[in-house]
T-cell receptor
């Protein structure tokens, strides 16, 4: 069965520092991969997604993620954290095929301090 | 603009009562989903639908039901609310196309006393 693992339920960085949120998936075939962000008291919104093609994917708000098939990873990065990046981030995966469901990781809460 | 709305946003109820959470989307998406979000568990799929009259159980469907009588709505019903169902519930929809992402509502926070 497909699963998604996010390493670290809480990550804390200083403003201006590199953000690295880790995500690994287990799948017999390369899935479609997504990162969502959730701000307090809001629903989830898509940051970026990988489907096919270029393995480095750029998203909104300066975030990017790289699909590494050999490592079954899809880590999210941002070169310089901003206070407004404080939120919860979810990695998700879905096997190809329109009837396959999206599987979420447990989430990583990012704190950004001055 | 197209959107997905949930109601109520907050609900307090008592154990044993029936509760219905509404979800309405204006994208004309065939695919709709209900998730619950709990600390340490991320989002877990409760029920989903791929079109009118189609409903399917997700990984945590016990105690919940859905119905799909039209494209726009997928109400979630708790037949007899239990304290274990205290959670935040999210509705989402996805359009056609294999790579489409989910669009989420803002959530419904349910407290069962």
């Amino acid at each position: 069965a497909q699963s998604v693992t996010q390493l670290g339920s809480h990550v804390s960085v200083s403003e201006g520092a590199l953000v690295l949120l880790r995500c690994n998936y287990s799948s017999s075939v390369p899935p479609y991969l997504f990162w969502y962000v959730q701000y307090p008291n809001q629903g989830l919104q898509l940051l970026l997604k990988y489907t096919t093609g270029a393995t480095l994917v750029k998203g909104i708000n300066g975030f990017e993620a790289e699909f590494k098939k050999s490592e079954t990873s899809f880590h999210l990065t941002k070169p310089s954290a901003h206070m407004s990046d404080a939120a919860e981030y979810f990695c998700a995966a879905r096997a190809s095929g329109g009837y396959n469901k999206l599987i979420f990781g447990a989430g990583t809460r990012l704190a950004v301090h001055p | 603009d197209a959107e997905i709305t949930q109601s109520p946003r907050h609900k307090i109820t008592e154990t044993g009562r029936q509760v219905t959470l509404a979800c309405h989307q204006t994208w004309n998406h065939n695919n709709m989903f209900w998730y619950r979000q709990d600390l340490g568990h991320g989002l877990r799929l409760i029920h989903y639908s791929y079109g009118v009259q189609d409903t399917n159980k997700g990984e945590v469907s016990d105690g919940y039901s859905v119905s799909r009588s039209n494209t726009e709505d997928l109400p979630l019903t708790l037949e007899s609310a239990a304290s274990s169902q205290t959670s935040v519930y999210f509705c989402a929809s996805r359009g056609a196309g294999d790579t489409g992402e989910l669009f989420f509502g803002e959530g419904s926070r349910l407290t069962v006393l």
